[in-house]
Every structure is written in C-alpha cells, then in structure tokens.
T-cell receptor, first 115, second 111 residues
Framework: GAVVSQHPSWVICKSGTSVKIECRSL??????MFWYRQFPKQSLMLMAT???????TYEQGVEKDKFLINHASLTLSTLTVTSAHPEDSSFYIC?????WGVGQYFGPGTRLTVT | GQQVMQIPQYQHVQEGEDFTTYCNSS?????IQWYKQRPGGHPVFLIQ?????EVKKQKRLTFQFGEAKKNSSLHITATQTTDVGTYFC???????????FGDGTTLTVKP
C-alpha cells in the first residue's frame, strides 16, 4: 500500500517552454502532498506544500509564478514549471501523506532537463 | 528557522561492520522520521519516532530518539550490501508544520 506515482519519469524540453508533472497517490487519499527538488548527491529541498482544494504554500525563495502547483483532488497534485530555463533542470520529486498522518510516501521522481 | 544536521555525510564500511548515522535538530521536535534512498531510487519511509527516549527496532536497524527530542540516531548492525543507500532523517517541528530533512548519510558497503 501507499503507492505514489509520478509522470513523466523524465522529460527534456526547450528553454522557454512549460512542463507539467503529475503526482498521484494510487491506493490512498493524500491529505497533503509535498514537492521537492533534489540535486545530485544532495538532500531534498522542499519547494511547496499542497493541500487539496487550497492554494499551495511555497517555501522562501521559490517563485510561485514559476512553479505552479494545483492540487485538484485527494489523489492528484500537479507541478508546472513555466518558462523553463536550463537552471531549472533537476530531479523533482513529490510525496504524499495519507489520513493516517505518519510518514511521507514518495513518488519515483521526474528528471527534468531544459536545453 | 529549524535546521536539521546529519553526520557523517559519507560512510564506507566493510560488510559485517556496524554503521551509525546521527541527526541533530536546532529546535525541539514533535517527531522524527527516517528514510532510505537507494541509488537511483526515491526515499522510502522507514519509521517515525515520537516519544522522548524512544527506541525502535527493525531487524538489524535500531532507531533512537533523544530525551530532549532534538537528536536521533540510526544504527545498523552487521551491514549487508543491501543496506547501501542514503539515509535521511526528517524532523517535524512542534507546530505540526512541515518536516525538515537532514542532508543524509550515504552508506557504501564493501563486500
């Protein structure tokens, strides 16, 4: 149980374009979803916290207009990287917390490369 | 803001040796969680500690939460090659907010 999927697993896009990443909890309802960036051999950097039906809470330094988060249902959250630039290239990973409230369950991540 | 520090950053051991990673928070925590990320994979939730002085075991893994609820450790007895990966702690503040991840300890095991 507690499986989280992410789509796509990797994407290459041109500078200036937008990319949407989906995060789904497959077998449970997620009260909260988190979006992280992870650089090679580094820790997880929290970007934003997303609750169903409400606006996402962004961490300091994360541009909300650049990283649009929509939490449309208890099983789906999306992250859209708008007007992507090469410096946005990274590993984006989501996690979800179920109603039991213990532990974050991570998706497999999305490798974004902006050329 | 809350900071969570984890040491060591890297640990190389011979198979069969023990391994310990330590996690320290700048503030008192409501709970602490531990995750394992295999190379090329995503973090997997291992356990959550809530009570002061709590000790939990999962086979060869022993997790401890300090009396002051500001530090924690993960100890692996007799490491195996399957233990390789990066171990992260994540501390949740007392305001029940988000969890802050440590930088992780990457364990390599030489057969």
């Amino acid at each position: 149980g507690a499986v989280v999927s992410q789509h796509p697993s990797w994407v290459i896009c041109k500078s200036g374009t937008s990319v949407k990443i989906e995060c789904r909890s497959l077998d449970f309802q997620a009260t909260t979803m988190f979006w992280y960036r992870q650089f090679p051999k580094q820790s997880l950097m929290l970007m934003a916290t997303s609750n169903e039906g409400s606006k996402a809470t962004y961490e300091q330094g994360v541009e909300k207009d650049k990283f649009l988060i929509n939490h449309a249902s208890l099983t789906l959250s999306t992250l859209t990287v708008t007007s992507a630039h090469p410096e946005d290239s990274s590993f984006y990973i989501c996690s979800a917390v179920g109603k039991w409230g213990v532990g974050q369950y991570f998706g497999p991540g999305t490798r974004l490369t902006v050329t | 803001g809350q900071q969570v520090m984890q040491i060591p950053q890297y640990q190389h051991v011979q198979e069969g040796e023990d391994f310990t990673t330590y996690c320290n928070s700048s503030t008192t925590l409501s709970n602490i969680q531990w995750y394992k990320q295999r190379p090329g994979g995503h973090p997997v939730f291992l356990i959550q500690l809530v009570k002061s002085g709590e000790v939990k075991k999962q086979k060869r893994l022993t997790f401890q939460f300090g009396e002051a609820k500001k530090n924690s450790s993960l100890h692996i007895t007799a490491t195996q090659t399957t233990d390789v990966g990066t171990y992260f702690c994540a501390g949740q503040g007392t305001n029940a907010g988000k969890s802050t991840f440590g930088d992780g300890t990457t364990l390599t095991v030489k057969p």
